[in-house]
């Protein structure tokens, strides 16, 4: 029995020498070296192969090694194959830190004190504190949770939205497309870790700016896919939005003549937020391999007719 992994070379070595010394029984290959094919049982990827059905006749389940699974193309795969998304600890470490550092950013105006700082001029401006900052996170699942839950002891108002009803405890939740109006209503800091599906692809628009207080901030750390890269310029332009944090664009790596890169009002990072960290993710994925060899559930098991 063989496992599949086509992702990072480099994390490979690291994934690699775990399995050889944690699960001996589950044999390793690395994508291109696929040897016979049909002892492949497990997929490990971020994104499939074409042709999965094909190449891999004996393929059991297909293992992302990411949070999200939209890069996977769902519809392409073969209906009944399980797809597992990775939650590893490590990854959500990695969104609660960069999520708590792009909060405080925008709370502390450090997009307009980066501007000062260029241009030599040593100019205070007042401070909110932040039980005034009013910071809403769009999504509510595990890795929301916990980011609201790092966010929780700086004191910020918080509110979350999500398809469907939640109940966090310190967190006003909102649900569904009748609530999102109250939601953006009140959201100073605007944070999306949404899935990117067919409901979410451009959610981050101009109509959903209109609805935000007047010089809101947005932070994306979800996918490029969820913002309309006009729509931000605009509302930037026209101080609707007084800045983005954004870890994601729709065309990644970002080209050179991306208007982003140098804009005054934009923090641009190359989908940094989170990385997955073999050494956290090893146990879940094994522990899912297990389950699945006992026939139980596997934990993160992606809903196909939901996208994630
Ligand atoms: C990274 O973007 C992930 O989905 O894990």
């Avoid at 994601?248 to 140098?262: G, M, T, Y």
Wanted: proline share 7%; net charge negative.
């Amino acid at each position: 029995m063989a496992l599949l992994y086509k992702a990072d070379p480099v994390r490979g070595q690291q994934w690699q020498a775990l399995f050889a010394h944690h699960a001996p029984d589950i044999e390793w290959r690395a994508w291109p070296d696929i040897g016979n094919p049909e002892e492949v049982e497990y997929l490990a990827a971020w994104t499939a192969p074409e042709d999965v059905a094909q190449l891999l006749p004996n393929l059991k389940v297909l293992f992302a090694l990411s949070a999200g699974v939209d890069q996977l193309d769902l519809s392409r795969l073969p209906p009944a194959l399980p797809v597992v998304r990775l939650l590893d600890p490590g990854i959500t470490r990695g969104m609660c830190e960069y999520a708590s550092w792009a909060v405080l950013s925008l709370h502390r105006d450090m997009l307009r004190y980066r501007q000062q700082q260029v241009a030599r001029c040593w100019q205070a401006h007042l401070l909110q504190p932040a039980v005034n900052r009013r910071v809403g996170v769009m999504g509510l699942g595990a890795q929301a949770q916990q980011i609201l839950a790092t966010l929780a002891p700086l004191g910020f108002a918080l509110s979350g939205w999500a398809r469907s009803a939640h109940q966090v405890s310190g967190v006003e939740c909102y649900a569904g497309e009748a609530q999102l109006p109250a939601f953006l209503s009140q959201c100073d800091i605007l944070l999306c870790v949404l899935p990117l599906t067919d409901q979410t692809q451009g959610i981050l628009n101009r109509r959903l700016f209109a609805q935000l207080p007047r010089g809101a901030a947005l932070i994306n750390m979800g996918r490029g896919g969820h913002l309309v890269e006009e729509d931000l310029l605009e509302a930037l332009g026209s101080g609707r939005l007084s800045g983005a944090v954004l870890d994601v664009v729709q065309e990644e790596p970002a080209p050179a003549s991306h208007p982003f890169w140098d804009h005054p009002q934009i923090v641009l990072t190359p989908h940094i937020a989170a990385m997955t960290q073999p050494q956290s993710a090893f146990g879940v994925l094994l522990e899912n391999i297990r389950r699945f060899e006992r026939g139980e559930p596997m934990v993160g098991e992606v809903d196909r007719s939901l996208g994630y």
